[in-house]
């Protein structure tokens, strides 16, 4: 298949190629299925009339809307019934969000622990279901006429995103910096083809956020698959791995949703005071922070002009001591890149098996005074991906030497007690001597999430059918 027509691929939903950038409201509608015969009915015509987009639909027009769709395990489970093969599928998928051990892995304790979720703490939904339009109330709207029980849904919980200054000088977080810069590149896609030589440092393996396709190991990775009686008309192939049962998996992809609301008052308080009399501002203790510079230039060598260069630059390469980019930064800890640690070649290999797919979108809820990031993002694997980032590299205070630290934008820091010291410090380094920041207090605060499961067109036809 040739790189413009795998980015047109009309078996792949639409958000998993495109942000949709020229649709700035979303509205997330969480449901569960109250009517299975009703929700089958509902999912075909959404596929019949070709309301899911698809990869094949291309960027949006101003003016248009796009619909895509996701379910959780209980989901699957519901829809698919004798079909259902749990094992088939990702652990972490299968257990959801909320489990003991998943919550310490996340940093999911203390004021980021489920019993203070606004929601999803009970993981009580079947699905996700996601409009893009013009505004919040068309984004409403399709909700609305979507979720509703002729259709053998309910919705359970309703967020809404935005796309925040993306006409005028790109797109920014709550905290006012830049985002939606740094993202692995699919390769045998139009984008990676017309990239230069050194972006390979981005591009990953269709496999490793895509199902049905090598990942990074050069194999396939284990795809959800349904009994051959689950899809009497043929709408799926014969699974890779089980020829007797069919491949659910194929063009599908893990979504992990988070709401994560950002305290920029206490953010921007606390620079102001750990500013105070030191040598950097609190806008620059802010970037050092993040990793980047407010408006999204590099930490690292490259001059703000130079755009196309904005993202080839390399830890092992370019600053291996943290000098540009803290070793504890944010985007050092979420994407290491190449690091000194091996040869640049073999580091990078290993942070490629781990990079994830962002899709997610700022909000404000002026009812209650919070804004922050519904986090989405996609990857072949959640418990390689998503949790490998949030859990060993964002909270490990131990990581790449230091101590007592975590991500001070998405860590949970812990306070002292019970014979433990605190963990929430941050180093800048520099010369003569490295800058230390303590008492960094939690800036971003988990609201609530879940794990789905976003299938391709041909899955949705099996999972829409199945008896
Ligand atoms: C409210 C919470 C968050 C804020 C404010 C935030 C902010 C940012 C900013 C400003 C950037 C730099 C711009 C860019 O490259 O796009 C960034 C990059 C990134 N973030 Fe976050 N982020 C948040 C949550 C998360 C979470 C939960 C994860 C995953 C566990 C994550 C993973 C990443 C990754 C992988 C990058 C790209 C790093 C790179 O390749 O250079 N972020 N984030």
New binding site residues.
Partial sequence: MGSEEFTRHPDIQGLLFRGYANLYHAGYGFFRIVDRTACKSWLTGLLDSERISTAKDGPPELGTQRLNIAFAASGLEALLGAGWIPDSYEPPFVEGMVTAHRCRLLGDVEDNDPEHWRWGKEQDFDGLFMAFGNSGDEAEQLLADHLCSDNGVARVQTVYGHLNGHEKNGER???G???????PIIEGTSRYRDLPKEAALHGVPAGEMILGYPDGTGKLPRTPAVSAASDPRGWLKPHWEWPERRDLGMNGSYLVF?Q?A?DTEGFWRYLNEAAAGGQETPLELAEKM???QKD?TSMEKYPKSDKENN?LFNFAKDDAQGKFCPIGS??RR??P?ATGSKTEEASLKVTLRH??L?R?RVYEDAELGEV??Q?I?FNASIARQ?EF??GSW?NNQFFDGLQREVDP??GTVRKPGNGLDAVDRFTIPRDPYRRRLDGIPTF?TMKGGGYFFMPGMAALRCIATAP
């Fill in positions: 977080e709550a905290f910096f830049r985002d939606g810069i740094s993202q988070r994560l950002q993040v990793g980047r999204g993202n944010h985007i979420s994407n890149r990079r994830i962002r997610g922050g990031l986090f993002c998503f980032i949030q964002c934008i998405i971003v």
